[in-house]
């Protein structure tokens, strides 16, 4: 009967002939009809269980699922995918071969716990962690799996604090040379991130507009960021477009097509230049990012509205906002002057009404 499955010999092997939720399934049952007739069981078990996830499925490991992702990511051009490919690096070699059927909370709290001991930072593992989650829940969107794991993160206690005044930004693009100076300086004026500025090419710069335009982000919008005649962005893009000419290996004049270029190459890194600069002004250990940071501080600080400070920086949530939106001591100090200033306009006195004198 259908509901009991069948089983039949072909090709010299036995198989099992099996419906769930009205999807037929055939599959290999064994060498003999006694094998394949185990096997059989073992799937209606399954099926009666609520434990059936297919043969398909079964076959389907930790490695397939990575690649499928990154697969995923480039046919949409997502930016993020050298960092993705970074992060399942090492759930991979752990977790290559094992399948996803076979894959527990167990099994991946144990791969947490060799990384935490390889001394890697909680924020490092919950990004590794993070990206085998992405994958196993793209894996189930797509129909390829029907349950997955819970993946545990770590709690993070890192939230950065570093942003630049005027002056100290300032003494650090001055030891920058040409053409880190401007990415940093775009940074500093925009809040782009730099996975967004360094591979812009000039076909999202429209200059007569005054815009440059964002197809795709971090977040998967994209964005246009306007400029006023006159203001530093429009001089840096000027400044920029004159410097697309470049000398060739064979001293021909070429043109580059990133706004951000050495020698008509795009820049793929400068961190050590950028740590040496940030030591010899003496403005301590500073991270790049710091910039998408202290735009977002500064534009809250001008009195720009939320949602437009957003739409600037391209933060979608405002949760990750607030996170940028850091306060220094001065800030705390100017707040308690306008709350101690709100006190002192108020009477220090209370007024006492005689209210039996005033009913008579």
Known sequence: MRGDGRTYERGGQFWIDYHVRGERFREPGGATEKEAKRKLKDRLKQIHGDRFVGPAEEKLTVHQIADNLITYLETRGAKAVPSFKSHLRPVKEALSLVRVVDLTTARIEAFIKERREANKKPA?????????????????????LTRIPYVPMLREDNARQGFFERADFEAVAAKLKDPITDIARFAYL?????????????????????????????????????????????????????????????????????????????????????????????????????????????????????SVAMAISGHKTISVFNRYNITSEDDKREGLRRLQAHRAAQPAERKVVDMAGASR
């Open 190 to 306: 925009s809040g782009w991130r730099k996975g967004e500025i360094l591979p812009m090419t000039w076909d999202a710069v429209d200059r007569s507009a005054r815009e440059v335009r964002l197809a795709t982000s971090k977040n998967g919008q994209g964005r246009v960021l306007g400029y006023d005649e006159g203001s530093e962005l429009e001089i840096l893009i000027d400044r920029r477009w004159k410097a697309r000419e470049f000398t060739t290996r064979d001293k021909q004049t070429g043109i580059s097509e990133y706004v951000f270029h050495r020698q008509g190459a795009p820049i793929v890194d400068f961190k050590k230049v950028w740590a040496k600069a940030c030591e010899d002004t003496k403005v301590g250990k500073r991270l790049f990012h710091d910039l998408r940071r202290t735009a977002v501080r500064d534009m809250m600080r001008a009195g720009v509205p939320q």
């Open 124 to 144: 490092t593992v919950n990004r590794e962690t993070g990206a085998l989650r992405q994958a196993l829940n793209l894996a189930r969107k797509q129909g390829r």
